[in-house]
């Protein structure tokens, strides 16, 4: 029973806690979620068959709704880096605004603001990040929350890349060391993770790799069709979140699929 607005929202949030389907975390939930909001969200922006392009919309404002109250906040952003990325391209390709993308941020940033009306989780997430991001400066003895976390997390894994820069330590390698500091076991950047796993020659050959495809794509931006547009907009959102997030075997593959999407080239693009 349906009592107002608020108490539904209420009950929704506290659900989505619940409700993460195989992922065994909801920021490995989030991380499907990222990828989810910016694929249906390129659909609806390029698409032209208008019953696709509906419930494209549709599944967008889902999702974008369930992201927020899942409460993750490093895919939140990552998610509205991927509109404008996407927003980006399309001009790059077509010289001009792209209206329907410029309508997703639009929807993306008054939905956020509607729910945080009700649900004040994502102001509260950001207040809090700029109170931790001021006690680290400072260095302040507070208590060990999220941010500081990460930023040990961070300054461990350069600390363990400077030890073994050419070879690193392996995967996993240095997990004792991270949970020993923080109780985690990985590094929270992918880039660092992987840095410290495999060592720095690897990570650039990581880096090269990811960004060879999206310079393939600006090469041959003429032709390329929706679905490669929408596959690097993907790709682009998983990019962000790996500044944030950790590799796991049923989420990093997103990225692997996207690129590969993404490298594919139509001949003939859609107009």
């Keep these: 029973l349906i009592l107002d607005t608020k108490t539904f929202i209420l009950y929704i949030n506290h659900s989505v806690e619940w409700i993460i389907g195989v992922y065994t975390n909801p920021n490995h939930y989030a991380y499907y979620l990222n990828v989810a909001v910016v694929c249906s969200g390129a659909l609806f922006a390029l698409e032209k068959d208008i019953k696709i392009k509906v419930f494209s919309l549709i599944t967008f404002l889902l999702n974008t709704v369930i992201l927020f109250l899942n409460d993750t906040m490093g895919c939140y952003i990552a998610s509205l880096g991927g509109l404008v990325f996407l927003l980006i391209v399309m001009f790059i390709i077509d010289k001009r605004i792209n209206l329907p993308a410029l309508f997703l941020i639009f929807m993306f940033v008054a939905i956020s603001l509607g729910i945080n009306f009700y649900n004040d989780s994502l102001a509260s997430s950001f207040s809090n990040m700029a109170t931790d991001i001021h006690n680290i400066a400072e260095n302040n003895d507070a208590p060990m929350d999220s941010t500081r ?24 390698g240095i ?67 790996a500044f944030f997030g950790v590799s796991r075997t049923y989420t990093a593959p997103y990225l692997f699929i996207f690129l590969g999407l993404g490298f594919g080239i139509c001949r003939n693009r859609e107009k």
């Design 175 to 241: 997990e004792d060391r991270l949970r020993d500091l923080t109780g985690e076991e990985r590094s929270h950047n992918e880039y660092l993770q992987y840095t410290a796993f495999y060592g720095i020659p690897a990570a650039l050959c990581y880096l090269a790799g990811i960004m060879a495809v999206f310079i393939h794509g600006l090469k041959n931006k003429a032709k390329l069709d929706k679905y490669a547009i929408i596959s690097l907009a993907a790709a682009f959102a998983y990019c962000f979140s």
């Design 149 to 172: 976390v990460r930023w040990t997390l961070w300054k461990e894994s350069v600390q363990c890349i400077s030890e073994r820069p050419f070879f690193g330590f392996g995967t996993d």
